[in-house]
Nanobody, 115 residues
Framework: QVQLVESGGGLVQAGGSLRLSCVAS????????MGWYRQAPGKQRELVAR???????NYADFVKGRFTISRDNAKNTVYLQMNSLKPEDTAVYYC?????????WGQGTQVTVSS
């Protein structure tokens, strides 16, 4: 069973930064892609950023220029560096690992941005 463990969430003021980490129980090359999603109260889960096994990245428009996804294959870890945080970034952030046809999820980590 694939396990994904997120950490790094917390409370931060607007304009601040956080770095989320996601440690996978398997080598990252076992997955087609790794990603970060978020879900705010009353809203659907949405993609934030994704990185493929080849290193290609894509970002949601609302985080371009502020967030950066990266991976450390030696540590089986994916990161999400979040800068210039806004109150609307407040959500539970989930790590995902895609290996068709399945997507695996972590338990989520809360990010709260105060104004």
């Amino acid at each position: 069973q694939v396990q994904l463990v997120e950490s790094g969430g917390g409370l931060v003021q607007a304009g601040g930064s956080l770095r989320l980490s996601c440690v996978a129980s398997e080598n990252l090359f076992a997955f087609n892609s790794m990603g970060w999603y978020r879900q705010a109260p009353g809203k659907q889960r949405e993609l934030v950023a994704r990185v493929t096994s080849g290193g290609s990245t894509n970002y949601a428009d609302f985080v371009k220029g502020r967030f950066t996804i990266s991976r450390d294959n030696a540590k089986n870890t994916v990161y999400l560096q979040m800068n210039s945080l806004k109150p609307e970034d407040t959500a539970v952030y989930y790590c995902s690992a895609s290996r068709a046809p399945r997507i695996y999820w972590g338990q989520g980590t809360q990010v709260t941005v105060s104004s």
